[in-house]
């Protein structure tokens, strides 16, 4: 069975298609999006290994001709001299503004060769085939790419939305358990940040979702995706609603940073982190009841994932220099922090007036649990 969610963007909409199987259907799904028999992979040595032979044998059965380039893997990929080969290479490949170029990975190849094909000829077209979780349900959705900088994370991009999105949930299958879990916090955010109906389904059959239960999966990622077009249909830019997909990030993007984003914290774990921190200051400023921020842990703890500060290896910088790490991230406006903060499960606001005091006082109590 495959789902398919559009995003309606006028002159930009595109389809985000979601199912198991898709990847070896790769050829015949992308052949109405071509021009010439002819596309280009990006993708990574990990993927390659997995899914690139599929990718071509599908390729190959609709008459269409790849090349490959392959990236390192990991968080280091995603910067200025992994993004300068790749945009060579693609130049080398002759590829033009009407070709397609194939993301085949996770967030990092996505995010990364999303920008080069926002910049490559002033905008190159691109599916987004994502293999991770966390790929699936946020980051190949919604055309937001670009690359890190040492001065923070996701500094340098472009918005460049992408021609189709296949997300084929059978790749997850090959998934590192902790991955899976970490791309979870990433589906749960969803629930927490607009829909309490689905954190309630969440709470239930969110152990099957680990187990890899596949309807499960198909309806976990559907719903996510579902969201996130809705909010991207409204807000393509993040001038309102769309900061609402960054519950938890504002303290995900500091503990990556006070982790060197390394191994000590995965994207997705962080942002678990961050929600249940996120809850919690809600829950403190009056906002929320208790009940909330005990639901969110509580969920978190029962599907093994990392919930709290004293759950990531290692020594944390203090609170305030925690809160000065936030200063960097791209939601900070005229200054001030901006937090997603919830009046309940499924019910999340932008907040700009958080007192930093406040924040410092919840991270300090956060460190000393
Ligand atoms: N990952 C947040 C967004 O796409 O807006």
Known sequence: MVNVVPVNLGARAYEVRIGAGLLVQIGAQIAPLLRRKRVVIVTDEVVARLHLATALQGLAEAGIAAETLTLPP???TKGWPQFTRTVEWLLEQKVERRDIVVALGGGVVGDLVGFACAVLRRGVRFVQVPTS???QVDSSVGGKTGINSVQGKNLIGAFHQPSLVLADIGVLDTLPPRDLLAGYGEVV????LGDAAFFDYLETQGPALARHDRDVILRAVTRSVEMKAGIVERDE????ERALLNLGHTFCHALEQATGYSDRLLHGEG???GCALA???SQRLGLCSQEAPS???AHLRAMGMKTDLADIPGDLPGAEALVTLMGQDKKVIDGKLRFILARGIGDAFVADDVPPA????????ALHR
Do not use: C, N, P
Request: glycine share 10%; no cysteine.
């Open 74 to 76: 990991g968080e280091a």
């Open 271 to 273: 942002v678990a982190i």
């Open 237 to 240: 830019t993040e001038e309102g």
């Open 358 to 365: 406040m924040v410092t006082q919840l991270l300090q109590d």
């Open 133 to 135: 979780l966390l790929a």
């Open 279 to 281: 809850f919690e200051l």
């Open 189 to 192: 955010k969803y629930g927490l």
């Open 295 to 297: 639901r969110v842990r």
